[in-house]
């Protein structure tokens, strides 16, 4: 082949890659961008297949949401002299509103002008309680009966969804409408601020993958910020490897609980701050406290421990696969979500109110993963 023949077929060549990149952008119409699970020469989302058994479960665990059904409780009440600030009752929202509910917190804490503060609990909402007061300059102690992994923050998905099950849809008041969208937006930019820490908080894809249309989120437009996270893109059959009528693609944060309870905590100590093991079983074992001001973070705890009869338990069991590395989407279809965190690749799907038993059922393990099997054994590629 001589020069001007070679030089003649690699433009050639040169002109049907750029023909064939700016068809298969263009192909969806509504995207803006390409995300890296995209294959240009099929036009296909090349989405890792989970390789899922029985035997690749290396754990099953359940978790208890702490809900209220008038949402989380964030008032203050009088003990004797000392005053109460109230913290807890997220939901399945605590992960995703903890800095934004601890900020909250942390203002009605200052208003009473005390310099020593008490906060009870060391999940995700009061470990991120304690590290804002200490943002002011504060000392702080936590007083909690257990630490991570031995609670239950370490339980949860870990993904952000600053609305799900934070209230009965018909308990939304203007009052707590307002709140919700000050801790959220809160939390949205102080988890933008962790970002590159050792990816204890990353951006993820997530695919929602159905045969038929997803019913509307019973909060949609009465909790949501508009323009905070991408807007869902919906695929098209040709742009997606998955056996479904209906496949759609967002964006999401998701926190890798394991390194981000270790970090926060850790700072927490750094920065002076106490963590003192204790059981408090009645109103006067908090009385006793030195401190004057106490924050409560104690979440299902406040049930007994301050009378709250609307506080009820959420149960939702995981299962936890071993680690693929090259799977690192969020994926929900009917009966089974699939979360790819760096500690596992964990399976869920069920949610029962009111069950205080935290006893995995190898049944329900069974169930997920025999959905996620036969979604996976009907991709293409």
Same mark, same amino acid.
């Given at each position: 082949m001589n020069r001007r023949t070679f030089l003649q077929t690699t433009g050639l060549s040169t002109a049907a890659i750029a023909t064939g990149l700016t068809s298969c952008i263009s192909s969806s119409g509504n995207k803006a961008y *390409?995300?890296?699970?995209?294959?240009?020469?099929?036009?296909?989302?090349?989405?890792?297949? $989970?390789?899922i058994s029985m035997d690749r479960i290396v754990k099953e665990t359940v978790g208890l949401r702490p809900f209220r059904a008038s949402g989380p409780r964030l008032d203050c009440e009088m003990l004797g002299r000392k005053t109460i600030v109230h913290n807890y009752g997220h939901g399945g929202s605590g992960w995703s509103l903890s800095w934004g509910t601890g900020n909250i917190a942390r203002e009605k804490a200052e208003a009473t002008g005390e310099k020593r503060f008490a906060v009870l609990g060391c999940g995700t909402v009061g470990i991120a309680t304690a590290r804002l007061l200490q943002e002011r300059g504060h000392e702080v102690t936590i007083y909690a009966k257990e630490l991570p992994p031995h609670v239950t923050s370490f339980l949860a998905t870990g993904t952000w969804s600053p609305a799900y099950r934070l209230c009965d849809p018909e308990k939304i008041t203007p009052q707590l409408k307002a709140d919700w969208e000050k801790a959220c937006l809160f939390s949205f930019r102080t988890f933008q601020n962790l970002l590159g820490f050792n990816d204890i908080v990353s951006w993820v894809d997530e695919y929602v993958v159905r045969n038929d249309m997803p019913a509307a989120n019973e909060m949609h437009g009465q909790l949501e910020i508009k323009g905070l996270l991408p807007e869902r893109v919906l695929l098209s059959r040709k742009e997606h490897p998955f056996k479904a009528s209906y496949v759609a693609r967002m964006s999401g944060m998701m926190f890798n609980i394991p390194s981000y309870l270790h970090k926060q $905590?850790?700072?927490? *100590? $750094?920065?002076?701050?106490?963590?003192?093991?204790?059981?408090?079983?009645?109103?006067? %074992?908090? %009385?006793?406290?030195?401190?004057?001001?106490?924050?409560?973070?104690?979440? $299902?705890g406040a049930k007994f421990l301050f009378n709250d009869e609307e506080l009820t338990p959420v149960s939702g069991q995981l299962s936890c696969l071993i680690p693929q590395p090259e799977v690192t989407y969020k994926l929900n279809t009917q009966g089974a979500s699939v979360i790819a965190r760096k500690d596992g690749i964990y399976l869920g799907g069920n949610g029962i109110v009111g069950n205080w038993d935290t006893t995995p059922s190898r049944e329900q393990t069974e169930k997920v993963v025999t959905v996620l099997q036969e979604l996976m054994q009907n991709m293409r590629g």
């Open positions: *390409m995300d890296r699970h995209f294959h240009i020469s099929s036009g296909i989302h090349k989405i890792p297949k $989970l390789r $905590l850790n700072d927490f *100590m $750094l920065f002076g701050g106490k963590v003192k093991i204790r059981e408090f079983k009645t109103l006067e %074992d908090i %009385d006793a406290l030195e401190e004057k001001c106490v924050v409560n973070c104690t979440g $299902l």
